[in-house]
């Protein structure tokens, strides 16, 4: 793997350009400094030191018209610096050519980065959420082909503990699957790119779908087990890779709302699964093999789409050292006017590394300046997983009942509270660059605990009064459109961005690795844990959500519209505390030998 050195140093000394260059002449990212398309942005970036504002080689009309009488009436609107110091209006001004040639702040800069997130959403988080759904249509189908097969394999009956126990495995081999896989997600990424690891992930998912769908016809349940590790491994490298794409494709104005496609597309997995496994479409006990294996489909339309679009600028650039290429696809992703800035801000970055490998899981928990980063993900990943979402969903069954819904309709119910889910991923999306990602995160574990509050009173007096269950009714969508539009939505998205390139893919396997566990251990532990507490375990949903809530108020900082950089130096305090100034990295160190450079004559 190339590194980032001294040769692709761009902000520095070039030997080929007589000591002083810029992005796009020292890196090979342009054209000549005399062409006509880097003039305006070399004007902007240099002084011209007989005292004009600007450095173009040839005047443009502008200033042609400017000249005579009219350069009087010109310079006197302009005020006395454009003649004067030459420096302070280029100080003001110096990057308002980019800002001029790019979209605005709210609107997407192209069609390609919307589409390339949909590509990459559909065999990814989409896979994670369309097979933990599709499995409860089938139960009672699979508990009968389990029978008939031992039946038929050893002449007697299944004891009923030896079923519970293989539904069991087959049911939680997917966890397991996905914990595998989110240990294997990092290390895919950085050795095969986001995108070839990605494209490679669905050969797992077609294997899996395979194995699933002719386990019925063989009489072979051990394949279907086989299967539900193999798209749990499948669904493990998609959580992980998927957010690391789209965060690093994304323009930091728009971060949060394109990284917020993770959580939309899990969210409709889960409604697609829910859809799928009603009677009418694949629920029916002949057509169960069929539902399983449809996982294919996903990973047939990834492989379809996800290649026409580029791989990850940031992966390109830092971890390979290509240049043009990186070059090449952010012009696809940010368009030819606006990908310059995307450019810089990765040229800081680049050069604030300086060919700095990636990381592996381990060096992240030895490493000081991501001490307080690497406890934020361990704290929302687990604080995500044991929030009482699951809770919820056991509970939502027996207070529909309560509510007087019929047991044939409470499926079609369910399916409320996958579309409600759904539609807060959405709002989320629009809302997480706007509002910021702090006041959703918090005022999303706040709204959680208030209703595991009611919660926990109605459900305490439920036979008191008529109306009770249709408050507990109340209670479940609430819940989960507030961790919808806090937790479900925002966890994802903060992990991307509270690390720069070296650590990212290290970060995102500690985070798979501790959700998967977490997903686990809430799935064996929490029937006793209600057997127990019965309606009273929300009240430690309760403590757990303010102990998030608190702990994201007082240490997590704002990201929005921030770079990585950025981000990283806001957490520089916390990590070194009063010695911070004595501590200062050379990532800081680069940033200003930059901005000296952009100031300095020509």
């Not at 290390?187 to 669905?202: E, F, P, Q, T, V």
């Not at 509970?395 to 309560?402: K, L, M, Q, R, S």
């Not at 989960?480 to 992990?495: A, D, K, Q, R, V």
């Amino acid at each position: 793997m190339r590194t980032v050195g001294s040769p692709l140093w761009p902000w520095g000394p070039c030997r080929d350009c007589g000591g002083r260059g810029s992005p796009a002449t020292t890196m090979g990212t342009g054209p000549s400094p005399g062409s006509s398309e880097t003039a305006p942005l070399l004007s902007a970036v240099r002084p011209n030191p007989r005292g004009g504002a600007g450095a173009a080689p040839q005047p443009n009309p502008g200033q042609l018209r400017s000249s005579g009488a009219g350069g009087e009436a010109a310079r006197a609107k302009n005020g006395p610096e454009a003649h004067g110091n030459p420096i302070q209006p280029m100080l003001r001004m110096e990057h308002q050519p980019l800002l001029r040639g790019s979209s605005s702040p709210s609107k997407l800069p192209s069609w390609t980065l919307f589409l390339a997130v949909c590509a990459v959403g559909i065999g990814g988080t989409f896979q994670y959420g369309y097979n933990v759904s599709i499995i409860n249509a089938p139960t009672q189908h699979i508990h009968k082909f389990l029978n008939e097969t031992w039946t038929s394999r050893y002449h007697k009956e299944l004891n009923p503990d030896l079923l519970t126990f293989l539904w069991s495995v087959i049911a939680s081999i997917f966890s397991l699957g996905g914990l595998c896989g989110a240990l294997m997600g990092g290390s895919m990424a950085i050795r095969l790119g986001r995108k070839g690891a990605l494209l490679m992930n669905n050969i797992i998912a077609i294997l899996a779908s395979i194995l699933m769908g002719i386990s019925y016809p063989t009489g072979l349940f051990e394949l279907l087990i086989a299967g539900r590790f193999l798209i749990g491994i499948n669904s493990g490298i998609g959580f992980c890779v998927q957010p690391l794409y789209i965060g690093e494709i994304a323009p930091k104005h728009l971060r949060g709302g394109l990284a917020m496609g993770t959580s939309i597309f899990l969210t409709g997995g889960i409604l697609t699964g829910q859809i799928i496994g009603l009677r009418e479409l694949l629920g029916e006990e002949k057509y169960w093999p069929l539902l399983l294996s449809s996982s294919c489909l996903p990973a047939f339309a990834q492989l379809l789409f996800l290649p026409w679009f580029p791989e990850s600028p940031r992966y390109l650039l830092i971890d390979r050292g290509d240049e043009l290429s990186c070059a090449k696809a952010l012009k696809r992703f940010h368009g030819s006017s606006g990908y310059r800035r995307e450019m810089e801000d990765i040229q800081r970055e680049s050069s604030a590394l300086d060919g700095e490998k990636p990381k592996k899981p381990w060096q992240l928990f030895t490493d000081r300046g991501v001490r307080w980063q690497l406890i934020t993900v361990i704290v929302m990943t687990m604080g995500q997983q044991l929030s009482g979402i699951n809770a919820i969903y056991f509970y939502a069954t027996y207070i529909f009942e309560a509510a007087g819904i019929s047991a044939e309709k409470i499926p079609y119910v369910t399916l409320g509270t996958g579309a409600c889910e759904c539609l807060t991923a959405l709002s989320c999306g629009l809302l997480i660059d706007y509002v910021g990602r702090r006041y959703l995160i918090i005022g999303g574990y706040l709204l959680m605990t208030l209703w595991c509050t009611v919660l926990t009173l109605s459900l305490t007096y439920q036979d008191l009064y008529s109306w009770v269950p249709y408050v507990s009714m109340m209670c479940i969508f609430a819940f989960i459109l507030s961790f919808g539009l806090g937790p479900g939505g925002i966890t994802n998205t903060l992990i991307a961005e509270l690390f720069v390139q070296s650590s990212r893919p290290a970060a995102y396997m500690i985070g798979g690795t501790l959700s998967w566990i977490s997903f686990f251990t809430i799935g064996m532990l929490f029937p006793f844990i209600v057997n127990g507490l019965k309606q009273y375990c929300f009240l430690v949903f309760l403590l757990e959500c303010s102990f998030v809530a608190a702990f994201i108020f007082l240490v997590i900082p704002e990201t929005k519209n921030k770079s990585f950089l950025e981000i990283k130096k806001e957490f520089h305090k916390l990590n070194f505390g009063r010695n911070t100034r004595k501590k200062e990295t050379e990532l800081y160190e680069r940033t200003q030998l930059q901005d000296e450079f952009l100031k300095s004559p020509s």
